[in-house]
């Protein structure tokens, strides 16, 4: 066991950088039980605890953690989950830093506790008891209502109103474009981050509970959304779509051979089992020189794909520095640790191809940091005159993206705000009655708790219209 | 659901399967388009609705065996399941009201067209077919095509059927032969060059030309972003923008470079494919235990 110093956090057990670079299991291992009360035993246990405040769904810290300390493990998983659906997912992705243990006391000193990781503990805990004792579900759903609701969407909103809902009585049917359910967990988030057995489990339970998912299904394509009310005897509807939609800079030759967005080279990755080529049938390229453009968690996620798929030499393109990275401090720091180089003040100008068409080189802007702009970050301005070429045989663009406009366009009367993101009020509703929203479709890209908070709020409301609709 | 009701051999490695999926039939149009899986180590694939049925709630696949995933589809049986099978997707055809338009099929590009065309014949549209293949044993659907068709004309690369030569001597002809401005629209619907080579037969006489873009997609949704074309300058999504567009404006080079990102890997893929003895669903329950 190791322990940073006396009042420091406990170090959560890692597979070492030059070992994990050669496969795609998980990198950090989990506590074991003396390590997890040990980190447990530093909460102080704040009468006010501010570490709440920073957690977008507000998961009761001190009580779930007191309980860990005292053993209570079975607990303190049901106390987490009072809040959140998915502790197993969120202990691990969640941006803590900024968050709760940003929040955290302790945090000033530098060592806040490590929420997350005794998250993750509690959550795995509890399901390694499940399947050794047969465990049935924490909750006995409420005697049926009768009452029915679609879901559009497995990710982790629409998996959050499911539950919600399913648990107080109602039919729920989840539909998802997509043959498997889970959403970015499934298809965006490498299983060295987190593994997809965890979303596995709790679709699975969620199915145990009643909750009908029907795969395959484009809703806006084979169904449309009204139709799902008016035709398919629905009382309420949840658009839970995400955003989807990636967005490119409109530069020379981001449409050569060998120039991903990050989206399709995860999805390749993650969901179609590309890096198990041949055994699945979908390939991808295994490029030598990568670079990566971008500096969120979805550059972090290709980068270090990238790397476990062979590449000799794996860069961040980064248009600013590496104290405005966007991606989880912990993501950034493994990069670091498993040899990704970060280019950062370097923006890219131009992707060059060879006579197959197939890129080769990155033509780059060099950039300096300039006065701050509306975000308080300084704005990238352009050094004139200097420029790099890097060699890249992949490409990976992950800049972000857009709303996705399958079921918004084909839903008359939805209402959009500007950048084509559903409008919703205080309480998840759209602007059509009997259509609720929430997740990525709703706010843009951010998070999965917020994104599971989202779902928290329009389950309560639409709980709320079955319960006065007779 | 996904049920293979029917296969059928139309011409060597040529395969027209009805599949059950009645939501599907529903709601499909001429130009639409599904993404199949054949089993849960598949590629997701797509195809176009060639036909459907929405009574019988049926839609109809016409699949030439190019690669590994689609000869694995191929080896699917009547009363197997598509393991995922989702659409219908894309923009469907705009039918425009023309006095007269050519459609040209080249190959497999035989069945996309024929819903186009009889769209196009059932509104009082003069519909000319060209319909091409590399060799007689590689004709199908001429006499669908013919019924819908004032005129109808077959090119063979060797000369075994029709007129030996190309399909776009043809399409030139008719251009050439059309004093009176009839001829509205061409439909280009084949391989990639042929479609690129229509285009270009096209041009000069600025007629309208649309062409359906086989770009390697995964969702067909929009949401990954590997199936985009470069049209009139611009970045375009073919799951969700097309897959239908202006043939004078695609770019053809960066169409064709794209489709070839995975020549060597597919190529063994299929190799090991073809070599591959036991019959496809023993591979899946061998498999299944492997599956996570
Ligand atoms: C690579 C990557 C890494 C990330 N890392 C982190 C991280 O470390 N921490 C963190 O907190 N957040 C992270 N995020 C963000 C987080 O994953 C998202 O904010 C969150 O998943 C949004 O949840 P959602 O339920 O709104 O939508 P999604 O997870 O996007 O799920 C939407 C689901 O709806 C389905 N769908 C879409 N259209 C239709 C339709 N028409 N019919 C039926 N189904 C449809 C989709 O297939 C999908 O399954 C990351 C995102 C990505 C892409
Ligand atoms: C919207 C759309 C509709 C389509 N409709 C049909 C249809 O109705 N019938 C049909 O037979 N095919 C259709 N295709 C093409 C079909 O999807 C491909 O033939 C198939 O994906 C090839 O997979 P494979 O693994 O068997 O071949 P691969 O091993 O992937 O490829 C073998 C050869 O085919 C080329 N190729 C790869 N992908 C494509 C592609 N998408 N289009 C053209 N060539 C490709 C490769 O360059 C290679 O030379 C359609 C494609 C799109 C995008
Ligand atoms: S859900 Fe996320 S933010 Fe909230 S306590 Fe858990 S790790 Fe922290
Ligand atoms: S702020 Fe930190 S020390 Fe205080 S209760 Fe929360 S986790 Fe414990
Ligand atoms: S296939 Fe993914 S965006 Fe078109």
Not at chain 1, 30 to 38: F, I, K, L, M, S
Not at chain 1, 250 to 266: D, H, R, T
Not at chain 1, 340 to 347: A, E, N, V, Y
């Amino acid at each position: 066991m190791k322990k940073s110093d006396k009042t420091g956090r406990v170090a959560m057990p890692e597979q070492p950088p030059e070992v994990r670079i050669r496969n795609f299991d998980e990198v950090p291992l989990g506590y074991d039980d003396e390590q997890a009360r040990t980190e447990a035993s530093r909460c102080l246990q704040c009468k006010k605890p501010s570490c709440r405040d920073g957690c977008p769904v507000q998961v009761d810290i001190p009580a779930f953690i007191g309980l860990i300390a005292e053993g209570r493990v079975l607990e303190a998983a049901a106390k987490i989950k009072e809040d959140n659906c998915l502790p197993a997912a969120c202990g691990r992705v969640c941006p803590q830093e900024i968050q709760c243990e940003g929040r955290c006391v302790l945090a000033k000193k530098g060592t806040p506790v490590a929420i997350g990781n005794l998250e993750r503990y509690a959550a795995h805990y509890a399901s390694d008891h499940a399947a050794r004792h047969g465990l049935g579900p924490f909750v006995t759903p409420a005697p049926p209502t009768g009452k029915r609701v679609a879901v559009v969407g497995a990710g982790p909103s629409g998996l959050t109103v499911a539950g919600d809902l399913v648990r107080r009585g109602h039919d729920v049917t989840v539909f998802e474009a997509f043959h498997k359910a889970g959403g970015v967990l499934i298809y965006g988030i490498p299983e060295f981050r987190l593994p997809k057995r965890i979303v596995q489990e709790e679709v699975e339970y969620l199915a145990a509970l009643g909750v009908r998912f029907e795969l395959n299904h484009v809703i806006g394509k084979a169904i449309s959304v009204h139709e799902l009310l008016e035709k398919e005897g629905f009382d309420a509807v949840f658009l839970g779509v995400g955003a989807g939609l990636p967005s490119l800079m409109g530069i020379p030759g981001e449409n050569l051979g060998g120039v991903y967005l990050a989206n399709e080279y995860l999805t390749r990755v993650n969901l179609m089992r590309a890096y198990d080529f041949p055994r699945y049938d979908t390939p991808i390229v295994r490029g030598r020189n990568v670079c990566v453009i971008g500096g969120g968690n979805v550059a972090m996620d290709a980068a270090r794909t990238a790397r476990r798929l062979d590449a000799e030499q794996v860069s961040i393109v980064y248009r600013r520095s590496v104290d405005e990275l966007p991606a989880r401090a912990e993501e950034v720091h493994h990069a670091q640790e498993e040899g990704i180089h970060f280019k950062t003040l370097c923006s890219p100008l131009e992707y060059l191809g060879d006579d197959r068409g197939m890129v080769k080189q990155v033509r780059c802007q060099i950039m300096e940091l300039g006065e701050p702009d509306a975000s308080g970050r300084r704005r990238p301005v352009p050094v004139p005159g200097k420029e790099a070429t890097l060699d890249a045989d992949l490409v990976i663009i992950a800049i972000g993206g857009n709303a996705n406009p399958i079921v918004t366009r084909q839903t008359e009367g939805l209402a959009l705000n500007k950048h084509d993101y559903i409008t919703i009020d205080e309480n998840g509703a759209t602007s059509v009655p009997g259509i609720w929203a929430g997740g990525d479709i709703v706010t843009g890209s951010a998070t999965v708790i917020l994104a599971m908070g989202a779902g928290r709020i329009a389950a309560q409301d639409i709980h709320r219209f079955l319960c006065e609709r007779n | 659901m996904s049920t293979i009701l029917k296969k059928t051999e139309l011409a060597s490695k040529i395969w027209q399967i009805e599949v059950e999926a009645p939501r599907i039939a529903e709601k499909a149009l001429p130009g639409h388009f599904v993404v199949v899986m054949a089993d849960a180590f598949g590629e997701r694939v797509p195809l176009t609705i060639a036909d459907f049925d929405r009574q019988a709630g049926t839609i109809t696949l016409v699949m030439m065996v190019v690669g590994a995933s689609s000869l694995k589809l191929s080896r699917l049986e009547e009363g197997d399941e598509f393991y995922a099978l989702i659409g219908p997707l894309g923009h469907p055809s705009e039918i425009k009201p023309l006095d007269r338009v050519v459609m040209v099929a080249g190959g497999v590009g035989a069945a996309p067209i024929f819903p186009i065309a009889r769209a196009y014949q059932q509104q009082g549209t003069e519909v000319v077919t060209v319909q091409g293949a590399r060799s007689a044993d590689l004709l199908f659907w001429t006499d669908r095509l013919a019924s819908v068709s004032v005129e109808h004309v077959i090119t063979t690369d060797d000369g075994s059927a029709g007129r030996r030569g190309l399909v776009t001597e043809p399409l030139a002809e008719q251009l050439a032969a059309d004093s009176e401005k009839r001829i509205g629209g061409v439909y280009a619907i084949g391989p990639t060059p042929m479609m690129k080579f229509c285009a270009k037969t096209t041009e000069p006489f600025c007629v309208p030309t649309v062409v359906s873009l086989n770009s390697i997609m995964i969702d067909g949704t929009g949401m990954c972003g590997g199936c985009r074309v470069t049209v009139a300058k611009k970045t375009l999504f073919t799951c969700v923008d097309g897959p239908e567009f202006d043939g004078h404006q695609v770019d053809w080079d960066s169409l064709m470079s794209r489709q070839r990102t995975y020549h060597t890997q597919e190529g063994f893929a299929f190799g090991r494919m073809l070599a591959e003895p036991a019959p496809l669903n023993e591979n899946i329950l061998l498999r299944q235990n492997e599956e996570v």
